[in-house]
């Protein structure tokens, strides 16, 4: 027998706690006083079983957990296999078609972060009708000549609502395609909310467009700083706010919350203020999430773990700030742990554990 090539040991020194965690296999295996890791160290490139050292019931837990294999097992090339088998299950059912439309690079900001702020060269302002046209027919052959039975459309920028009628036109004629072959359609739109009036978003309803992004990058204060908007520098925040607030409640509209170090501390703020704003949880429509969001200043990153340690902070923050506002028991979210209880401070320990070694937890807050 041999060590697998996929273990991985995981210490925190907090709870004085430790584990392999086999990435082969996915599979975990606590390893108190290093007991396992040492008896493999000892054993070099032979691992056999050895009782004075560790049962027969111990050694076979490491074999059916993957920590330890035969030596005649290549997990390199297993592990290729497998996904070659995956590629061509994909390639063989082939069956959905998912597209990223463009209409424009444009953009009504002027974020530092965001390489859309920066000069686009004439002719690539706007999507050109011949190049609508070829999205259109490559959606129409790929139906006919390759099966497909399901169609997604995001829209993406620039801001994309620059240019509605591209939006609108494309979708329509989608649309009609889809109808036409029985085909399942879905689209969904990322836009900075500046032009998320309440009669665009009825009119992107009306053409299938059924999910919203919209980013904030803090409360008023940092926001109108950061995602700049040359035009009104002063009401950029409130005009998006007073748009989340009056959107047609048909359209899902998750708002990004992006956060570095120069705004994390601000972001309870901003969570306060769709509160009083009456946005969330208010409306039923609406849900927020934290993004990391990466600067070429290399100092106002957030690492994996800060992020992790942070978005936890603000899980918690959301769900006292959700159950002060639902009173009632039925209305109350109930918060996952991993270690089985409700503590805070253990919830805490765990990120940090796990954000250690490069895992985390995303958490999605809506209105039930």
Same mark, same amino acid.
């Given at each position: 027998?041999?060590?697998?090539?996929?273990?991985?040991?995981?210490?925190?020194?907090?709870?004085?706690?430790?584990?392999?965690?086999?990435?082969?296999?996915?599979?975990?295996?606590?390893?108190?006083?290093?007991?396992?890791?040492?008896?493999?160290?000892?054993?070099?490139?032979?691992?056999?079983?050895?009782?004075?050292?560790?049962?027969?019931?111990?050694?076979?837990? $490491?074999?059916?957990?993957? %920590? *330890?294999? /035969?030596?005649?097992?290549?997990?390199?090339?297993?592990?290729?296999?497998? &996904?070659? !088998?995956?590629?061509?299950?994909?390639?063989?059912?082939?069956?959905?078609?998912?597209?990223?439309?463009?209409?424009?690079?444009?953009?009504?900001?002027?974020?530092?972060?965001?390489?859309?702020?920066?000069?686009?060269?004439?002719?690539?302002?706007?999507?050109?009708?011949?190049?609508?046209?070829?999205?259109?027919?490559?959606?129409?052959?790929?139906?006919?000549?390759?099966?497909?039975?399901?169609?997604?459309?995001?829209?993406?920028?620039?801001?994309? $609502?620059?240019?509605?009628? %591209? *939006?609108? /036109?494309?979708?329509?004629?989608?649309?009609?395609?889809?109808?036409?072959? &029985?085909? !399942?359609?879905?689209?969904?739109?990322?836009?900075?909310?500046?032009?998320?009036?309440?009669?665009?978003?009825?009119?992107?309803?009306?053409?299938?467009?059924?999910?919203?992004?919209?980013?904030?990058?803090?409360?008023?204060?940092?926001?109108?700083?950061?995602?700049?908007?040359?035009?009104?520098?002063?009401?950029?925040?409130?005009?998006?706010?007073?748009?989340?607030?009056?959107?047609?409640?048909?359209?899902?509209?998750?708002?990004?919350?992006?956060?570095?170090?120069?705004?994390?501390?601000?972001?309870?703020?901003?969570?306060?203020?769709?509160?009083?704003?009456?946005?969330?949880?208010? !409306?039923?429509?609406?849900?927020?999430?934290?993004?990391?969001?990466?600067?070429?200043?290399?100092?106002?990153?957030?690492?994996?773990?800060?992020?992790?340690?942070?978005?936890?902070?603000?899980?918690?923050?959301?769900?006292?700030?959700?159950?002060?506002?639902?009173?009632?028991?039925?209305?109350?979210?109930?918060?996952?742990?991993?270690?089985?209880?409700?503590?805070?401070?253990?919830?805490?320990?765990?990120?940090?554990?796990?954000?250690?070694?490069?895992?985390?937890?995303?958490?999605?807050?809506?209105?039930?």
């Amino acid at each position: 027998m041999k060590e697998s090539n996929y273990n991985f040991y995981i210490t925190d020194s907090e709870d004085n706690l430790r584990l392999i965690y086999n990435a082969f296999k996915n599979t975990l295996v606590r390893d108190d006083d290093c007991n396992i890791q040492n008896y493999i160290s000892q054993c070099k490139r032979d691992v056999q079983y050895h009782p004075d050292t560790i049962s027969e019931k111990n050694f076979n837990s $490491l074999v059916s957990s993957g %920590i *330890i294999v /035969s030596n005649d097992m290549d997990e390199k090339q297993i592990a290729i296999d497998i &996904n070659k !088998k995956r590629l061509e299950k994909l390639h063989q059912k082939n069956d959905s078609l998912s597209l990223v439309i463009t209409p424009t690079l444009q953009c009504n900001f002027k974020c530092s972060y965001c390489f859309e702020s920066t000069a686009i060269r004439k002719g690539e302002e706007v999507l050109s009708m011949k190049v609508q046209d070829d999205i259109i027919d490559f959606i129409s052959k790929s139906i006919t000549q390759n099966h497909i039975k399901e169609v997604d459309i995001k829209w993406y920028g620039g801001e994309p $609502l620059l240019h509605q009628q %591209i *939006i609108f /036109s494309m979708q329509q004629k989608i649309i009609n395609l889809c109808k036409l072959f &029985n085909v !399942k359609f879905s689209s969904d739109i990322v836009t900075n909310g500046l032009l998320l009036t309440p009669e665009t978003s009825k009119s992107l309803y009306e053409y299938g467009i059924k999910k919203a992004q919209v980013t904030i990058d803090g409360p008023e204060i940092i926001h109108n700083k950061r995602r700049f908007y040359p035009a009104d520098p002063i009401n950029n925040y409130k005009i998006i706010l007073d748009n989340l607030l009056k959107a047609n409640e048909n359209i899902h509209i998750n708002v990004r919350i992006n956060i570095d170090q120069t705004n994390k501390d601000l972001i309870f703020s901003l969570i306060d203020d769709l509160i009083k704003r009456k946005i969330w949880p208010y !409306k039923k429509n609406v849900s927020i999430y934290m993004a990391k969001v990466f600067s070429d200043n290399r100092n106002i990153n957030l690492s994996k773990e800060e992020f992790a340690i942070f978005e936890d902070q603000a899980r918690l923050y959301l769900t006292k700030r959700y159950n002060e506002i639902a009173k009632s028991e039925k209305a109350k979210l109930r918060v996952p742990d991993l270690r089985g209880n409700q503590d805070d401070t253990n919830l805490n320990r765990q990120v940090k554990l796990v954000a250690g070694n490069t895992v985390s937890v995303s958490f999605r807050w809506e209105h039930k």
